[in-house]
């Protein structure tokens, strides 16, 4: 797990590109990945109690099953559940598709196709605007609708007469009209 100051989760994009960016990726052979303890772990993380949990996983493998951890998908959506994560975003080949969406019985999110990115036909600079307005989206439709306003109350009617009989200037006008109405 990348740190941030001590901590697994940063506001800062900057500290986040140059940590990410040491990353190097190696090695390989057995199939599977931990990807179960991986998004078992990223909902594990501290979040704030305002925040939309949202989680991605891009793997090009199926999952290690069981896990070191995670011994089943059905373990890992519990996980999922009880950290009451939002949304599971997933960056897969579309034949691993079917292995990870279980997942998200507990998180909703869309599955994006790793197949041309791998292939070099695409790039992530093109599939990350599209699943940031996925989540965007998800999380604008999950937000509770804000309430309304209490309707103010009605205006007092003051109610008018209009009459085109002339008075006398220093008569008072209508004011007589509106002592028989009572106003």
Not at 67 to 73: A, E, F, H, K, L
Not at 102 to 113: I, N, S
Not at 147 to 153: E, G, I, K, S, V
Request: hydrophobic share 40%.
């Amino acid at each position: 797990t990348l740190r941030f100051g001590g901590d697994a989760l940063t506001s800062k994009v900057d500290v986040f590109r140059e940590e990410v960016g040491k990353l190097r990726a190696g090695g390989g052979g057995n199939p599977g990945e931990s990807s179960l303890d991986g998004v078992t772990e990223a909902a594990r993380q501290k979040w704030r109690d305002d925040a939309t949990r949202v989680v991605i996983l891009i793997t090009d493998e199926p999952p290690a099953v069981p896990d070191g951890r995670i011994q089943s998908v059905k373990e890992a959506t519990s996980e999922l559940a009880a950290s009451r994560i939002d949304q599971l975003h997933l960056v897969v080949m579309p034949q691993l598709a079917p292995l990870f969406t279980p997942l998200q019985e507990a998180a909703k999110g869309r599955v994006f196709d790793l197949r041309a990115i791998v292939a070099g036909q695409d790039s992530f600079d093109r599939l990350m605007p599209e699943m940031g307005r996925a989540i965007a989206a998800a999380a604008q439709s999950a937000r509770p609708e804000p309430a309304t306003a209490a309707a103010p109350p009605p205006a007092q009617v003051v109610w008018g007469v209009q009459s085109s009989e002339g008075f006398a200037a220093g008569t008072g006008g209508s004011g007589g009209m509106l002592a028989d109405l009572g106003l």
